[in-house]
């Protein structure tokens, strides 16, 4: 079982950056991979960015070159650097770990960007 908890969400202006955590309660290095996922009312929840286990990334279309996923496995912590933020890209945003057996996901954090 991994426990994800996720902070660093807030409000920022557009143009601006944050930088959101994934804490993981155990050690990342046997999960699959892990990923940031995003969500807004009515809407689907949707795949932001992904790190494999062999530190393969990828990334929705709307987000490439603003944002980048990364992971410490030291620190069993994954972050996502979002950089010229949109008001679009306003939405609770959750972590995932794809493990061998079930998926697991954080409670979320919200970020707004006002325009």
């Known amino acids: 079982q991994v426990q994800l908890v996720e902070s660093g969400g807030g409000l920022v202006q557009a143009g601006g950056s944050l930088r959101l955590s994934c804490a993981a309660s155990?050690?990342?290095?046997?999960?699959?991979?892990m990923g940031w996922y995003r969500q807004v009312p009515g809407k689907q929840r949707e795949l932001v960015a992904r790190i494999t286990r062999g530190g393969s990334t990828n990334y929705a279309d709307s987000v490439k070159g603003r944002f980048t996923i990364s992971s410490d496995n030291a620190k069993n912590t994954v972050y996502l650097q979002m950089n010229s933020l949109k008001p679009e890209d306003t939405a609770v945003y959750f972590c995932?770990?794809?493990?061998?057996?079930?998926?697991?996901w954080g409670q979320g954090t919200q970020v707004t960007v006002s325009s």
């Open positions: 155990r050690s990342i290095v046997t999960i699959n991979a």
């Open positions: 995932n770990a794809d493990t061998p057996g079930p998926m697991y």
